[in-house]
């Protein structure tokens, strides 16, 4: 389990990189807290710089998107599924409990 921040210090609409190997992005999409792994599957960009709407996050790179629920690519030319981590929140404190498993990949 790794600590995050404070859930006022990440407000709705914002990421935040955690520099763990590989490292994680975690969302604040409308009020719900997704964990994925920051690194695009398409090419070395950071999705916690890319641009969130809904559920979705956009690579800043090529604009491949995923979905932050299931790491699933939802365009080309993102094509595999980047790993998901579980979010929750104890005491104000959000944290991120790894994932040992890859998600699939798209067709």
Not at 4 to 13: A, H, K, Q, S, T
Not at 41 to 69: I, K, Y
Request: include cysteine; proline fraction near 7%; hydrophobic fraction near 35%.
């Amino acid at each position: 389990m790794i600590p995050v921040c404070r859930l006022e210090d990440l407000p709705p609409g914002e990421s935040i990189r955690i520099a763990t190997e590989p490292p994680i992005a975690v969302f604040n999409a409308d009020g719900e807290l997704f964990a994925i792994d920051d690194t695009c599957t398409h090419q070395d960009a950071s999705l916690s710089e890319g641009w969130l709407e809904g559920c979705w996050v956009e690579c800043p790179l090529h604009e491949g998107s995923f979905d932050l629920r299931t790491g699933m690519p939802t365009c080309l030319p993102a094509r595999r599924a980047v790993r998901t981590h579980t979010v929750t929140v104890e005491e104000g404190l959000i944290r991120v409990h790894l994932s040992a498993e890859q998600n699939g990949t798209a067709a």
